[in-house]
């Protein structure tokens, strides 16, 4: 299995209040991303970065930002947190290998419930 | 915009019975697909990729998906399912620059 944890696992929150969740990756690859899964609309990608301080949006990234400081960290964070917000979060990783589409290696999740 | 569709949301079948998944997509050039599963409150697991060569893949868990660029599809197959197979099951392209888009997801359930 790919080394990729994320932190917390689960969390309650309140509408208002801020969020930060972390992705950790021990594999040293290129690129992490960010999906939300709900219901229906399968996985949907938030934002994603394609090396250290590089990131870019993604389908469904208002109310998120980003921020990569090390190869090994991305962290995805609501600034201020609304019930449409509630979600089982998703980071992945992938390495470049120059050419097309990679595969991308998928974290265990973050369960977010936004009261 | 690339997309696509898979058109079952729950299929149920029999233990030991063959299975077909259908997966649909919209891309404009040579694409990349993979089949992914995630078992009740677990990450996703690659099953299977398909990115050029022959276009019947086969993967892990005894699963084999079959690309037909004619039809646009890109089918996950078994020909006899255990218990242990009821998951759900997300198809997803390549969309360029690393990125993928997902299809919807279909639930499989197993009866024993």
């Known amino acids: 299995d790919a080394g990729i944890t994320q932190s917390p696992r689960h969390k309650v929150t309140e509408t208002g209040t801020p969020v930060t969740l972390r992705c950790h990756q021990t594999?040293?690859?290129?690129?992490m991303y960010w999906y939300r899964q709900d219901p229906g609309h399968g996985l949907r990608l938030i934002h994603y970065?394609?090396?250290?301080?590089?990131?870019d949006k993604g389908e469904v990234s208002d109310g998120y930002s980003v921020s990569r400081s090390k190869t090994e960290d991305f962290l995805l964070t609501l600034e201020s947190a609304t019930s449409s917000q509630t979600s089982v979060y998703f980071c992945?990783?992938?390495?470049?290998?120059?050419?097309?589409?990679?595969?991308?290696?998928f974290g265990p999740g973050t369960r977010l419930t936004v009261l | 915009a690339q997309s696509v569709t898979q058109p079952d949301i729950h299929i149920t079948v029999s233990e030991g019975a063959s299975l077909e998944l259908r997966c649909n997509y919209s891309?404009?050039?040579?694409?990349?697909l993979f089949w992914y599963v995630q078992s009740p409150g677990q990450g996703l697991q690659l099953l299977l990729k398909?990115?050029?060569?022959?276009?019947l893949v086969q993967g892990i868990k005894g699963f084999e998906a079959e690309f037909k660029r004619s039809q646009s599809s890109f089918n996950l197959r078994k020909p006899s399912v255990h218990w242990s197979d009821a998951a759900e099951y997300f198809c997803?392209?390549?969309?360029?620059?690393?990125?993928?888009?997902f299809g919807q997801g279909t639930r499989l359930t197993i009866n024993p």
């Open positions: 992945a990783i992938s390495e470049s290998s120059g050419g097309g589409t990679d595969t991308q290696y």
């Open positions: 594999e040293n690859h290129r690129y």
């Open positions: 970065s394609y090396g250290v301080k590089d990131t």
């Open positions: 891309y404009g050039a040579t694409p990349y």
């Open positions: 398909y990115f050029s060569g022959d276009t």
């Open positions: 997803a392209v390549g969309q360029g620059a690393q990125k993928l888009v």
